[in-house]
């Protein structure tokens, strides 16, 4: 069975958008993934087409509509007891293991906010798990929808060809990926790293990793430590004494 995705959204016009491109949109037509769109205004119930009210107890903004988003959660729950997801700044970082986990499921339903965000009671009733893409605001969800959808599309079956499948590894090594060169050799005055035309695989396979230390090192400490803690924290203890 395909890895389904439905997107609750005011905007379905934005999908696939930008997913429609390279890989993604390959597997898309492989159907190696299936996209739903369903328009929570389709599920507003006066002749102005209401889905949002202002704020109880007061303030700046409007919120989403429980009556109106639950209807369009209980369409796209049919038949399907899929794992609903908001998408807020509010909500658990998105990591490459969560991305993995989720790409497990076999039907996502992504609920994307506008204006203030969603009356707390949706998240309540449906238990609605708070995913977000990063320490920013941004005007909906629909953006960290693509985020999240490309980041697990890329894990199913058959998306990647099988030398990106093997450079997957990156990653998930807890480590930033070592820098990369193509021709030509010599570009500006700056040459490919000489080891990398050595055609010597252990040296270049040692050289990577070593890129890939210094960069996690003075770039992002706080993956550095996890790394030495699960890797390296013992061999690191034995050099010391
Ligand atoms: N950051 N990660 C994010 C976001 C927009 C108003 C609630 C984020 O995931 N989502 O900034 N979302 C807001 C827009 C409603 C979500």
Not at 154 to 175: A, I, K, Y
Request: hydrophobic share 35%; aromatic share 8%; glycine share 8%.
């Amino acid at each position: 069975m395909a890895f389904k995705i439905t997107v609750l959204t005011l905007f379905p016009e934005l999908f696939p958008g930008a997913l429609s491109a390279s890989l993604t949109g390959k597997a898309l037509e492989k159907g190696l993934w299936e996209l739903e769109t369903v328009n929570i205004r389709d599920f507003a119930t006066d002749k102005h087409k209401t889905v949002d009210d202002t704020p109880a107890g007061g303030g700046a903004g409007m919120v989403m509509k429980p009556d109106i988003l639950g209807s369009a959660i209980e369409k796209a729950l049919h038949q399907s007891m899929g794992k609903i997801i908001y998408l807020s700044p509010r909500g658990k970082s998105l990591t490459q293991a969560l991305a993995k986990s989720l790409a497990q499921e076999n039907h996502l339903v992504l609920l994307c906010g506008r204006y203030e965000g969603v009356d707390q009671r949706v998240l309540d009733e449906w238990n609605i798990q708070e995913i977000s893409i990063g320490d920013y605001v941004l005007t909906g969800g629909e953006i960290p929808a693509y985020v999240l959808i490309d980041a697990c599309v890329r894990l199913q079956e058959g998306v990647l060809g099988d030398v990106e499948s093997l450079n997957e590894e990156s990653f998930s090594n807890g480590l930033l990926e070592y820098p990369q060169y193509t021709r030509p050799q010599m570009w500006k005055n700056r040459q490919i790293p000489e080891v990398l035309i050595s055609g010597h695989h252990e040296k270049i396979k040692h050289w990577r990793l070593s890129e890939s230390q210094k960069l996690t090192k003075e770039r992002r400490p706080d993956l550095w430590l996890n790394y030495l803690s699960k890797e390296e924290k013992y061999h690191e203890y034995l050099t010391k004494i």
